[in-house]
Nanobody, 125 residues
């Protein structure tokens, strides 16, 4: 099982980025995919996840209305479209895969079995 996150970069406030999480060794039908982020000196926090069977999206309040998670099952890839970016969105973003279906569990780091390597997102003028 491998997860490869990509798409990070430097963007001005108000700008957009699209992160990708390419999965290999398993299918998205059985694993929920979550996005987390970790800023320097802070704990890793949940951003969004998409459920395995229904492909239903869930968002943290801090990104709701600005970020959109989606998946392409043919490419076995999950995307995180990030719009209206703010300086406080600056962090390393990680994608993760988990077998669980309980939404409260999938909002937590411990709800995931596999992690990608992270991609840096910097929002600055």
């Amino acid at each position: 099982v491998q997860l490869q996150a990509s798409g990070g970069g430097l963007v001005q406030p108000g700008g957009s980025l699209r992160l990708s999480c390419a999965a290999s060794g398993f299918t998205l039908d059985y694993y929920a995919i979550g996005w987390f982020r970790q800023a320097p000196g802070k704990e890793r926090e949940w951003v969004s996840f998409i459920s395995s069977r229904e492909g239903k999206p869930y968002y943290a309040d801090s990104v709701k209305g600005r970020f959109t998670i989606s998946r392409d099952k043919a490419k076995n890839t999950v995307y995180l479209q990030m719009n209206s970016l703010k300086p406080e969105d600056t962090a390393v973003y990680y994608c993760a895969a988990g077998l669980g279906v309980i939404t409260t569990t999938l909002r937590a780091v411990y709800g995931y079995d596999y992690w990608g390597q992270g991609t840096q997102v910097t929002v600055s003028s």
